[in-house]
């Protein structure tokens, strides 16, 4: 069966560390979404991208980065992480011309 | 600026207590409302979408219908495994595939 996976599950680091938050997914969608959940804030988009090479940024995309250099994979890069940065993302995918979005089971991130 | 709001934010009910869940929206150029369920620890779960007002769309107890100004979640003789956080979405002509997404209900059903 088609899913998306994201790796680590759980993560601790420290602030000022670099940290990548893996999603891959076997639905072959283009269009892939990197999500923040915090309570009292729902889901904030990060950053997102339509197809290999394609990235752009979300409302929250501060302190983030992404590439897609493939169909199936979008990294997530904390580039230096702050303790503002703790929260639980989620990886998020659908189809070209479709709004319809699947999930990961998401990244629940703890920065010290 | 396009908002989706939901309504209210947490809601108990006793098992079999029917009820509904708001979603009011103020999107342009409405392109589906879309609704997700949520359990603890685990990401979204797709429901429904519906595309026009006057839509409906059922799901085992869940029934979801569209106006031109919100959506609402009606559960009807909840069981306590329909605890979950409910949330809606909007698509947008002008968001290219991208959703706007509500906070969310906090749904508990007691036995």
């Known amino acids: 069966d088609a899913e998306i996976t994201q790796s680590p599950r759980h993560k601790i680091t420290e602030t000022g560390r670099q940290v990548t938050l893996a999603c891959h997914q076997t639905?072959?969608?283009?269009?892939m979404f990197w999500y923040r959940q915090d309570l009292g804030h729902g889901l904030r988009l990060i950053h997102y991208s339509y197809g290999v090479q394609d990235t752009n940024k979300g409302e929250v995309s501060d302190g983030y980065s992404v590439s897609r250099s493939n169909t199936e994979d979008l990294p997530l890069t904390l580039e230096s992480a702050a303790s503002s940065q703790t929260s639980v993302y989620f990886c998020?995918?659908?189809?070209?011309?479709?709004?319809?979005?699947?999930f990961g089971p998401g990244t629940r991130l703890l920065v010290l | 600026e396009d908002q989706v709001t939901q309504s209210p934010e947490a809601l108990r009910l006793q098992e079999g207590e029917s009820s509904s869940l708001n979603c009011s929206y103020t999107?342009?150029?409405?392109?589906?409302l879309f609704w997700y369920r949520q359990d603890p620890g685990k990401g979204p779960e797709f429901l429904f979408t519906?595309?026009?007002?006057?839509e409906e769309k059922e799901k085992e107890r869940l029934k979801a219908t569209l106006t031109k100004k919100e959506s609402f979640l009606h559960i009807t003789a909840p069981k306590p495994e329909d605890s979950a956080t409910y949330l809606c979405?909007?698509?947008?002509?002008?968001?290219?595939?991208?959703?706007?997404w509500g906070a969310g209900t906090k749904l508990i059903i007691k036995p």
């Open positions: 979405a909007g698509g947008s002509m002008d968001s290219n595939y991208q959703l706007i």
């Open positions: 639905w072959n969608h283009n269009n």
């Open positions: 998020a995918t659908s189809r070209a011309g479709q709004e319809t979005q699947y």
């Open positions: 999107v342009s150029g409405l392109r589906g």
């Open positions: 519906l595309y026009s007002a006057g």
